[in-house]
Structures are given as structure tokens and as C-alpha cells.
């Protein structure tokens, strides 16, 4: 884990609201794709373990339980409760936007995934745990999706099947 974020990396992002609690504003330096935690936890796994420089992921933190989600933000699927714990991958700008079509390009359309996109116009709680590097570079979406996709589809079809197998911790 790498612990808190170092505060002039995010700084730009950085508002208080109207209760003093510290955001990241969305969609100028980077967007936010919203995983459910087993799924974002074992799709960083996977991609760091391809250890390819294309596939890198960029920041990915964990959600603040208490945060939960916010309502009225773009959200593909509902198979997820808006109150777990998620993954929030940091992700290049415009992704919010372009998330429907690549899942429909990448054959996940229609497959309710509980992603969930940050953009433009929203923020986010600053997280406090990051479990990936908050300084690297926020990828394009397309490189992590596939991978993040499939890890989803596979936590959907565990909690489905009788006597499924345990996640991967």
C-alpha cells in the first residue's frame, strides 16, 4: 500500500466543500472508474502482473466506506449496492463519456458490471488509501477496461453459482 497521497500531486484537483471535507474535482486531470472492491483489487493484480508498460495502471485508491457513492453520477449497471466498497481507478479525462461504447465495443454492452464513472462537472472524497502508485500517470480507459470487465463479470457469476469458490483476497 502507499499510504496517504502526497497533497501537491492532488492539489490542483483539490476543493473544500461547504462542510469542510476535502474533493478532487473530475474530468480536467483525470476521470474516475468505480469498481466494486473485490473486482478493482483483483484487476490490479492482474495488471500489474502483465507488467507491460501499456496495461499500467495509473492511481487506483480505495473508497472511503463512509464516503459511499453520490447520487445522480453516470453508473453502467446496478448490480452493485451504491454502499460497498470500491476501487476508484484514475483514469484519463473523457472516459465517463466514452465508458458505454468501449463496453459495448469491447462485447460487456448491456452487462450490468456495477462501474460506476466519475467526469466532468463531479467530484470525489480525496481518498486516503491508495493501493496504487498516486503519482503515475492516469491511463487511457481502453487499456485497463477489458481487464477490469472481465474481473467484474467474474465477482457477478461467484456470487451467483452455488458453491462458488472464494475471491481471490
Request: hydrophobic letters at 40%.
Amino acid at each position: 500500500m502507499y499510504g496517504p497521497s502526497p497533497a501537491a500531486d492532488l492539489a490542483r484537483a483539490a476543493q473544500t466543500d461547504a462542510l469542510g471535507n476535502r474533493r478532487l474535482r473530475c474530468g480536467e486531470d483525470f476521470d474516475v472508474l468505480r469498481v466494486p472492491e473485490p473486482a478493482g483489487r483483483w484487476a490490479l493484480r492482474r495488471l500489474i502482473g502483465y507488467d507491460q508498460p501499456a496495461l499500467r495502471p495509473g492511481p487506483v485508491a480505495l473508497e472511503d466506506e463512509a464516503s459511499g457513492a453520490l447520487p445522480g453520477l453516470a453508473r453502467v449497471g446496478g448490480a452493485i449496492p451504491d454502499t460497498e466498497a470500491a476501487c476508484l481507478f484514475f483514469v484519463a479525462p473523457g472516459a465517463k463519456e466514452d465508458l458505454p461504447e468501449l463496453l459495448d465495443w469491447l462485447d460487456w454492452g448491456g452487462i450490468d458490471l456495477g462501474l460506476r464513472g466519475y467526469g466532468a462537472g463531479e467530484s470525489i472524497p480525496e481518498p486516503t488509501l491508495w493501493l496504487h502508485d498516486p503519482r503515475s500517470p492516469a491511463p487511457e480507459v481502453i487499456a485497463l477496461l477489458g481487464t477490469i470487465a472481465e474481473c467484474c463479470s467474474r465477482r457477478l457469476l461467484r456470487h451467483c453459482v452455488p458453491g462458488a469458490r472464494r475471491e481471490p483476497v
